[in-house]
C-alpha cells in the first residue's frame, strides 16, 4: 500500500497500478494536491497544466482496466524543464519575452516520455534561458530550497529538483551544460544524470553538432533515473551525435548494484580546479570511504585539467553568440544581465583564442582519456559550495577565490562537462547545518552502466536519498 504517492518510486507506483491498489488518477491527484500544499513555499513550477494531466490519467487508468498493452512510463508523473517545448503547454523559458509562448510542437525527448505513457504534470521553473545556477527570473521569481527556503535550489535545473525533493511528481526532465542537472540535484538531495552527448538525443536543435549540452533524467532514486533513461535514449536519425543503445541494460544495471573490484579515483578537488568547502571535501571522502567498504580500491587521484578555464571561456561564449546574440541585440535591456555578459564576452572572442581553446580540449580529452584507462570510475564533490542566499545571483567569493564571473563558482561540474564522460550526481550527506551534500560519479566514455551499478551501489549504501525536506 502507498501511502504518499508522490514521493513512490517507479516501481512501487507500476506495481499499485497493476493490483488496482493504485490508479493513476489517484497518482496525479496526490501529486497536485502536494503542488498546492508546498508551491507557496519553494516555487519549483512555472504553469501546471491540472486538466491535461487529469485528463492523461483519466485515459492511463482507463488502459489499465480494459487490458490494453502500456509503455513502461505508463500513469508515471512527470515535470518537464521550462526550457524544453511542450505542445499546447505554456514554455516561457523563463523570459519575459515568451510569458504567453505556447509551442506547438514537442521536443523529442517529451515526444518519447509521452510516448512511454508518463503523464506531464507542468513545467518546472529553470533561470532565464538556463543561464546561471541559481533558478530565478522575471516571469515565475525564484526557486527555493526546500531544506531551507532562505538558499538556493541551484540551476538551471532547479525547479525539477525542488518538485522531485518536495514529493510532488515522480520523475523530471532537466538539462545540462555546466551542471544544471548536477548542481540542483546536489542541492535538493535527489538524482541528475549527465549522460555521453547524443544518448538522449535532442531535436529540434540548431547546433546539433555542438556536443556539450544534453538533456536528461532526474528522479529521488538511482533506478527511477535508469528507467526514465530507458524511454529517452537511443538514436534518432535528425541528431548526427545519437547512437543506438539497448535501454534495458540501464534498468539492469540499477537493479545490480555493486562496485566490487573496481578502481576508484577520489579528488576532493579535481586538482585544484576549484577551493572547496571543507566540510564538503569530508562528506565526500566519506562516500568514497564507502565505495571502499563495498570492495572497490579508491585511489586519491585526478586528471589533468588544466586548461578549464579558457575552455570553458571559448566554448560557452561561441554557444551564447550563436543562441542569444541577435535577442541580445534586440532587448539587452530586459534580459537577465549575466545573459548579456556572456553574449557579449562570446562577440570580443578571437579566431586566436577560439583555435588555442579548441587544441586545450583535445590536449584535455586525451589526459582524461589515459587517466580513465587506470580507473574505471572519478568521483569528486558536485559543488564546491553549499546553497547559498536565495537573493544571491552566485557566490563572489568561494573559499580564498575570488570569482572571476557567474560561471566560475561551478567549474567542478564544468570541468567533466568538457571531458564528455557519462556523470551522476547522488546525495553524499549533509552538512552539519541540515544542507545536502552530492557527489559526482563519472565512469568512461559511454559507460553509463556502470555509473548507474555503482550509484545505486552508494545509494543502496548509505540511503541519504530517503531523508525528505521538512515542508
Not at 552566485?394 to 567549474?411: A, C, I, L, S
Not at 550526481?425 to 555509473?451: K, T, W, Y
Given at each position: 500500500?502507498?501511502?504518499?504517492?508522490?514521493?513512490?518510486?517507479?516501481?512501487?507506483?507500476?506495481?499499485?497500478?497493476?493490483?488496482?491498489?493504485?490508479?493513476?488518477?489517484?497518482?496525479?491527484?496526490?501529486?497536485?494536491?502536494?503542488?498546492?500544499?508546498?508551491?507557496?513555499?519553494?516555487?519549483?513550477?512555472?504553469?501546471?497544466?491540472?486538466?491535461?494531466?487529469?485528463?492523461?490519467?483519466?485515459?492511463?487508468?482507463?488502459?489499465?482496466?480494459?487490458?490494453?498493452?502500456?509503455?513502461?512510463?505508463?500513469?508515471?508523473?512527470?515535470?518537464?524543464?521550462?526550457?524544453?517545448?511542450?505542445?499546447?503547454?505554456?514554455?516561457?523559458?523563463?523570459?519575459?519575452?515568451?510569458?504567453?509562448?505556447?509551442?506547438?510542437?514537442?521536443?523529442?525527448?517529451?515526444?518519447?516520455?509521452?510516448?512511454?505513457?508518463?503523464?506531464?504534470?507542468?513545467?518546472?521553473?529553470?533561470?532565464?534561458?538556463?543561464?546561471?545556477?541559481?533558478?530565478?527570473?522575471?516571469?515565475?521569481?525564484?526557486t527555493r530550497n526546500p531544506y531551507d527556503p532562505r538558499r538556493?535550489?541551484?540551476?538551471?535545473?532547479?525547479?525539477?529538483?525542488?518538485?522531485?525533493?518536495?514529493?510532488?511528481?515522480?520523475?523530471?526532465?532537466?538539462?545540462?551544460?555546466?551542471?544544471?542537472?548536477?548542481?540542483?540535484?546536489?542541492?535538493?538531495?535527489?538524482?541528475?544524470?549527465?549522460?555521453?552527448?547524443?544518448?538522449?538525443?535532442?531535436?529540434?536543435?540548431?547546433?546539433?553538432?555542438?556536443?556539450?549540452?544534453?538533456?536528461?533524467?532526474?528522479?529521488?532514486?538511482?533506478?527511477?533515473?535508469?528507467?526514465?533513461?530507458?524511454?529517452?535514449?537511443?538514436?534518432?536519425?535528425?541528431?548526427?551525435?545519437?547512437?543506438?543503445?539497448?535501454?534495458?541494460?540501464?534498468?539492469?544495471?540499477?537493479?545490480?548494484?555493486?562496485?566490487?573490484?573496481?578502481?576508484?579515483?577520489?579528488?576532493?578537488?579535481?586538482?585544484?580546479?576549484?577551493?572547496?568547502?571543507?566540510?564538503?571535501?569530508?562528506?565526500?571522502?566519506?562516500?568514497?570511504?564507502?565505495?571502499?567498504?563495498?570492495?572497490?580500491?579508491?585511489?586519491?587521484?585526478?586528471?589533468?585539467?588544466?586548461?578549464?578555464?579558457?575552455?570553458?571561456?571559448?566554448?560557452?561564449?561561441?554557444?551564447?553568440?550563436?543562441?542569444?546574440?541577435?535577442?541580445?541585440?534586440?532587448?539587452?535591456?530586459?534580459?537577465?544581465?549575466?545573459?548579456?555578459?556572456?553574449?557579449?564576452?562570446?562577440?570580443a572572442l578571437t579566431s586566436p583564442e577560439v583555435a588555442a581553446?579548441?587544441?586545450?580540449?583535445?590536449?584535455?580529452?586525451?589526459?582524461?582519456?589515459?587517466?580513465?584507462?587506470?580507473?574505471?570510475?572519478?568521483?569528486?564533490?558536485?559543488?564546491?559550495?553549499?546553497?547559498?542566499?536565495?537573493?544571491?545571483?552566485?557566490?563572489?567569493?568561494?573559499?580564498?577565490?575570488?570569482?572571476?564571473?557567474?560561471?566560475?563558482?561551478?567549474?567542478?561540474?564544468?570541468a567533466l562537462t568538457l571531458t564528455t564522460l557519462p556523470v551522476?550526481?547522488?546525495?553524499?550527506?549533509?552538512?552539519?547545518?541540515?544542507?545536502?551534500?552530492?557527489?559526482?560519479?563519472?565512469?568512461?566514455?559511454?559507460?553509463?552502466?556502470?555509473?548507474?551499478?555503482?550509484?545505486?551501489?552508494?545509494?543502496?549504501?548509505?540511503?541519504?536519498?530517503?531523508?525528505?525536506?521538512?515542508?
Open positions: 500500500m502507498i501511502d504518499d504517492p508522490g514521493y513512490a518510486t517507479i516501481s512501487e507506483l507500476t506495481d499499485a497500478y497493476r493490483a488496482r491498489t493504485l490508479s493513476p488518477v489517484e497518482a496525479v491527484e496526490a501529486c497536485l494536491a502536494r503542488i498546492d500544499a508546498v508551491e507557496p513555499v519553494v516555487n519549483a513550477w512555472v504553469t501546471v497544466d491540472r486538466a491535461g494531466a487529469l485528463e492523461g490519467a483519466r485515459a492511463a487508468t482507463a488502459a489499465l482496466t480494459s487490458g490494453e498493452l502500456v509503455g513502461p512510463l505508463h500513469g508515471i508523473p512527470v515535470g518537464i524543464k521550462d526550457l524544453t517545448e511542450t505542445a499546447g503547454l505554456r514554455t516561457t523559458f523563463g523570459s519575459t519575452l515568451y510569458r504567453d509562448h505556447v509551442p506547438t510542437d514537442d521536443e523529442l525527448v517529451v515526444a518519447r516520455l509521452r510516448a512511454a505513457g508518463a503523464i506531464i504534470l507542468g513545467k518546472t521553473n529553470t533561470p532565464e534561458f538556463g543561464t546561471g545556477s541559481n533558478t530565478f527570473n522575471d516571469v515565475a521569481g525564484a538556493t535550489c541551484g540551476g538551471s535545473s532547479g525547479g525539477s529538483a525542488v518538485a522531485l525533493a518536495t514529493g510532488t511528481c515522480t520523475i523530471c526532465e532537466g538539462s545540462d551544460l555546466g551542471g544544471s542537472l548536477r548542481t540542483p540535484a546536489a542541492f535538493s538531495n535527489v538524482v541528475g544524470f549527465r549522460t555521453t552527448p547524443g544518448l538522449v538525443p535532442m531535436w529540434p536543435d540548431p547546433s546539433p553538432w555542438e556536443g556539450l549540452a544534453v538533456t536528461g533524467p532526474m528522479a529521488r532514486t538511482v533506478a527511477d533515473v535508469a528507467h526514465m533513461l530507458a524511454s529517452i535514449a537511443g538514436a534518432d536519425p535528425r541528431v548526427p551525435l545519437s547512437y543506438p543503445v539497448d535501454g534495458s541494460t540501464f534498468i539492469d544495471a540499477a537493479r545490480h548494484p555493486t562496485v566490487r573490484g573496481l578502481r576508484v579515483a577520489f579528488s576532493p578537488d579535481l586538482g585544484g580546479v576549484l577551493d572547496v568547502d571543507p566540510e564538503i571535501s569530508e562528506i565526500c571522502r566519506s562516500a568514497a570511504s564507502s565505495f571502499a567498504r563495498l570492495g572497490a580500491t579508491v585511489v586519491e587521484d585526478s586528471p589533468d585539467l588544466r586548461g578549464v578555464r579558457e575552455i570553458i571561456r571559448a566554448t560557452r561564449g561561441a554557444s551564447m553568440v550563436a543562441a542569444h546574440a541577435e535577442r541580445v541585440e534586440r532587448h539587452a535591456a530586459v534580459l537577465q544581465p549575466g545573459l548579456v555578459w556572456n553574449v557579449q564576452q562570446g562577440l581553446a579548441t587544441q586545450l580540449r583535445g590536449a584535455l580529452w586525451s589526459r582524461v582519456a589515459a587517466f580513465m584507462q587506470r580507473y574505471d570510475l572519478l568521483i569528486c564533490p558536485t559543488t564546491a559550495v553549499l546553497p547559498f542566499p536565495v537573493e544571491e545571483p552566485y557566490p563572489t567569493v568561494v573559499g580564498r577565490e575570488v570569482m572571476e564571473d557567474y560561471t566560475h563558482w561551478f567549474r567542478l561540474t564544468y551522476l550526481a547522488v546525495p553524499a550527506g549533509f552538512s552539519r547545518s541540515g544542507m545536502p551534500v552530492g557527489l559526482q560519479i563519472a565512469g568512461r566514455l559511454r559507460d553509463e552502466v556502470g555509473v548507474l551499478r555503482a550509484g545505486a551501489a552508494l545509494e543502496a549504501e548509505t540511503g541519504f536519498w530517503r531523508q525528505r525536506p521538512p515542508l
